[in-house]
């Protein structure tokens, strides 16, 4: 009985979202539950990591993604596989609609009265812009975590604060 | 008595000091850099170059300076208005850069270019004055803001969020997972295990060399061993049990294994040489 709800919970999906990691061939999934604390009866967060396997690096840091246990553990550490990149990170589609959204307004809105104010040359514009990560590891220092630097190196490390 | 005891078997903890450490790592401590300079609110540009001569913000809208003689033009520029116009026309330039639409002043992108703005005037002061506690404050409390806004920035418009990383010179590092006084015991730690890690690593890097340097002869032996016995079976008229294609198999491994032993040795070479120079 326990062997069939072992299985069973083998093929459950998981939602998380990609955290920085400094493993280089998998992708650090924090996934967020609910425990009874059961002399209080009430509900507290409790976070779940998991190591998944993502040889085509389909998510970057902050994506929100499905997961699902692999049949055979890869190694020690790396137990699930990335399914699907459900929401990129910062990046979001209305559902509804299937537009782009920026916040709480259309990005052809904020477009449309940029333009009746008339538009400038330095706006930014959404359609000229590259795929998020042209500034990863350059200005944007956000793949890796970041730590209190502890020593002085010969190579200066970004991620030390 | 018993302690009498106890201290002859057990040495105390003055004479454990004494003893040398056993493995040998040098720990110093980072310089505390302030919280206001750029190296650490991450702003690669200084300020814009703005030459003296230029009007203020308000005056060079003004029909009448256009034709003013130059005494005139002298007593409207930033040199002689002072810093705080200066200051607005530097705001002015940043937020330039970024701007949707002329009257554009509070969108996300333009409020972060004119913060940013406010700490490059702000970091020039506490460059020239260090112990201006107000303006160190004040440049703190602008550097948190923008910081913040950034992070927002990012998670509902990521492309927007590095073109104006790009657009400004900003560097953005997220937020630590915790943000504590640094101490010696930690570092050393942290310390002691990078050493161990290299130790680790240089061993199993040493004993991967050591097998696959094995690897060549083993390879010929085996082709030869392999070619051997499929001649026997060939000739007393045998069940053959081992076909072209293994011996194939053998003869690729053996060509892979000779291409990386080769670019290996070039490697070593190339150190020597280096050495040697």
Not at chain 2, 25 to 32: D, G, H, L, N
Not at chain 2, 227 to 242: A, G, S
């Amino acid at each position: 009985m326990s062997r069939h709800l072992a299985d069973a919970a083998k093929k459950f999906l998981l939602l998380g979202q990609c955290v920085p990691t400094v493993k280089q061939n998998a992708t650090k999934i924090r996934v967020k539950r609910l425990e009874l604390d059961e002399n209080l009866l009430m509900y507290f967060r409790k976070d779940d990591f998991y190591y998944c396997h993502d040889p085509e690096k389909k998510c970057n840091t902050g994506d929100i993604v499905l997961i699902q246990a692999l049949p055979r553990k890869l190694t020690k550490l790396i137990t699930h596989e990335v399914k699907e990149v459900v929401y990129p990170f910062g990046d979001i589609t209305d559902p509804v609609t299937g537009k782009k959204v920026a916040k709480e307004r259309y990005r052809e809105d904020i477009d449309r009265e940029a333009e009746i104010y008339g538009k400038l040359k330095s706006g930014f514009d959404y359609n000229k812009a590259p795929p998020r990560g042209w500034q990863d590891g350059k200005k944007d220092f956000t793949s890796k975590p970041t730590y209190t630097k502890f020593h002085v190196f010969d190579e200066n490390d970004p991620y030390a604060v | 008595m018993l302690r009498r005891a106890t201290s002859l078997f057990i040495p105390n903890r003055g004479v454990n000091q004494l003893v040398k450490p056993l493995v040998n790592i040098k720990w110093t401590r980072p310089q505390a850099i302030p919280a206001y300079n750029p190296e650490k609110s991450g702003d690669l540009e200084g300020l814009p170059n703005i030459p003296d001569n230029s009007l203020g913000k308000e005056y060079s809208l003004c029909e009448e300076i256009k034709d003013a003689p130059e005494s005139v033009k002298k007593i409207f520029s930033v040199g002689h208005l002072g810093k705080k116009e200066y200051n607005a026309l530097v705001k002015q330039e940043l937020m330039d850069r970024v701007k949707r639409h002329e009257y554009d002043e509070r969108t996300a992108e333009t409020r972060i270019a004119k913060l940013t703005g406010q700490i490059r005037c702000l970091q020039d002061t506490m460059e020239k004055f260090p112990r201006n506690a107000k303006a160190k404050k004040a440049v703190q409390e602008i550097i948190d803001k923008r910081k913040k806004l950034l992070k927002y920035l990012r998670q509902y418009d990521y492309k927007k969020f590095e073109w104006l990383l790009e657009r400004l010179n900003i560097e953005y590092k997220a937020h630590p997972e915790s943000y504590h006084k640094l101490t010696r015991k930690e570092s050393l730690r942290k310390l002691t295990e990078m050493h161990c890690d290299s130790i680790r690593q240089s061993k199993l890097s040493d004993y991967r060399n050591l097998l696959e340097s094995q690897q060549g002869p083993f390879l010929r032996q085996k082709l030869d061993a392999l070619k051997f016995i499929r001649n026997e079976q060939m000739d007393l008229q045998l069940p053959i049990t081992v076909t072209e294609q293994d011996i194939n198999k053998v003869e690729e491994q053996l060509k892979e294994w000779k291409i990386k032993d080769e670019l290996k040795e070039q490697v070593k070479k190339k150190k020597k040489n280096i050495l040697l120079d």
